[in-house]
């Protein structure tokens, strides 16, 4: 057993092991303990959103919306304003995946707040996970956007600088998401250290205003990565190469 396990990762382990073997299993792997905490935290924040999202739909109501319904509505006024300023007139069809990536980093960042629980972001596995999505979601739609055209970005404005231009910028696009692992894992793993050390070692007050430090961070850094990603994607689909 792992020396530190949460307590409804030790319920996975305990009565559904044969399932996360089987997951294990597609990679060549078995774990007597095959659930880690990250791993056990997203699902449970998946679903606990799948919840609330479908006890909103029905609710909707352009009469008498309720407080819920405003908080995100405000939150697409937000997202569809920031992809317009980035993406442009084309920002409409992609404002699903900048809205899931923003909720599901910001949601990942406060819920290690809670206690008993953790932030999957403390684990570079988890940021390295939306930094790939974002990867092949930007260049999909690149490709979705501009045909084999798409690829002309890589060779750069001047023919006989392609030999160069090639590998400089397939380097600088795999650092992106090197980058977008790094900045959120690291930015969110020392944090919930800090908040930790500071929680042990004094009373009420000093907590409570790093637990609000936390939040900004994790706040900011959601936005970040959401930003990086409309900046990514806005300059996949541009059509002026």
């Not at 919930?192 to 706040?219: C, D, N, R, Y």
């Amino acid at each position: 057993m792992p020396e530190s396990e949460l307590w409804i990762t030790k319920l996975f382990n305990e009565y559904l092991p044969g399932l996360g073997n089987f997951f294990l299993g597609l990679v060549g792997r078995h774990a007597d303990h095959p659930w880690a905490d990250f791993v056990v935290m997203q699902i449970l924040l998946v679903v606990l959103l799948m919840v609330a999202f479908a006890l909103l739909r029905p609710r909707l109501s352009v009469d008498k919306p309720g407080g819920f319904q405003h908080i995100v509505e405000l939150l697409y006024d937000f997202v569809k304003g920031q992809a317009e300023d980035q993406v442009g007139h084309a920002a409409h069809k992609y404002i699903a995946f900048f809205g899931t990536l923003f909720i599901f980093i910001f949601c990942s960042n406060m819920i290690g707040l809670i206690p008993c629980f953790e932030s999957p972001t403390n684990f570079a596995y988890v940021t390295a996970g939306c930094a790939l999505a974002t990867f092949f979601y930007y260049h999909g739609v690149g490709f979705a956007a501009n045909g084999i055209g798409y690829l002309g970005q890589f060779a750069g404005p001047i023919p006989l600088l392609a030999i160069l231009m090639i590998p400089i910028e397939i380097v600088s696009h795999l650092a992106r998401v090197l980058s977008l692992t790094v900045r959120l894992y690291a930015n969110m793993f020392a944090g919930e250290q800090v908040t930790l050390v500071f929680i042990s070692l004094t009373k009420l007050a000093v907590p409570v205003i790093f637990m609000g430090l936390h939040i900004f961070v994790g706040t900011i850094q959601a936005y970040i990565f959401m930003l990086l990603a409309m900046v990514y994607v806005g300059g996949a689909v541009a059509h002026e190469h």
